[in-house]
Nanobody, 117 residues
Framework: QVQLVESGGGLVQPGGSLRLSCAAS????????MGWYRQTPGKQRELVAH???????YYADSVKGRFTISRDNAKNTLYLQMNSLKPDDTAVYYC???????????WGQGTQVTVSS
């Protein structure tokens, strides 16, 4: 059974930092490139960063230079360090494998990040 539990979100002022964590089931963490996605109301979920098992990373232009993705393969845990946060970063953040299509039932609850003064 796939489990994804995101944590670490909250309310932060512009320019602040947060560190998100995602505890994932070994069944996907041990196989897939893992990513952080975010979604705001009325918009499609977007992939903001991903990391392969070997540590190769990708970042969307909107977060490049501010966010850092990492993974602990021994703990099946994914992280996202977010610095210099902007109001546009406000969203619900989810972790999951990187795939062309993911069933709606295979997402966790996400963690809310709100950047506001």
């Amino acid at each position: 059974q796939v489990q994804l539990v995101e944590s670490g979100g909250g309310l932060v002022q512009p320019g602040g930092s947060l560190r998100l964590s995602c505890a994932a089931s070994r069944s996907i963490f041990s196989i897939y490139t893992m990513g952080w996605y975010r979604q705001t109301p009325g918009k499609q979920r977007e992939l903001v960063a991903h990391i392969s098992r070997g540590g190769s990373t990708y970042y969307a232009d909107s977060v490049k230079g501010r966010f850092t993705i990492s993974r602990d393969n021994a703990k099946n845990t994914l992280y996202l360090q977010m610095n210099s946060l902007k109001p546009d970063d406000t969203a619900v953040y989810y972790c999951n494998k990187v795939a062309a299509s993911i069933s709606p039932g295979l997402w966790g609850q996400g963690t809310q990040v709100t950047v506001s003064s």
